[in-house]
């Protein structure tokens, strides 16, 4: 099972991004879909949550602002940036809890560079 980010970028104050995460294997179900991110010196934060069930929970800081979602038929999730920020510069990385040949596990994307400057 593998992850793979993209969609990351550079970008001015108050505009938009949208992040893909797909995963490819021998993969049973998807249950969470997370994404995280971590600014330079900074520990990784949960930003943003989707559920099997589609619900979703978002970081106080990107409430508003952020969009997961999820397309099952791909196992690909998103995340929708809007109104970006600098301090939102970051490595944005997907994890997945996934059921597949191996159990269930944990994965991590690579990560996908945000940054966010004029």
């Known amino acids: 099972v593998q992850l793979q980010a993209s969609g990351g970028g550079l970008v001015q104050p108050g505009g938009s991004l949208r992040l893909s995460c797909a995963a490819s294997g021998s993969i049973f179900s998807i249950n969470a879909l997370d994404w995280y991110r971590q600014a330079l010196g900074k520990q990784r934060e949960l930003v943003a949550r989707i559920t099997s069930g589609d619900r979703t929970n978002y970081a106080d800081s990107v409430k508003g602002r952020f969009t997961i979602s999820r397309d099952n038929a791909k196992n690909t999730v998103y995340l929708q940036i809007d109104s970006l920020k600098p301090e939102d510069t970051a490595v944005y990385y997907c994890?997945?809890?996934?059921?597949?040949?191996?159990?269930?596990?944990?994965?991590w994307g690579q990560g996908t560079l945000v940054t966010v400057s004029s």
């Open positions: 994890n997945a809890l996934i059921q597949s040949h191996a159990g269930l596990n944990y994965y």
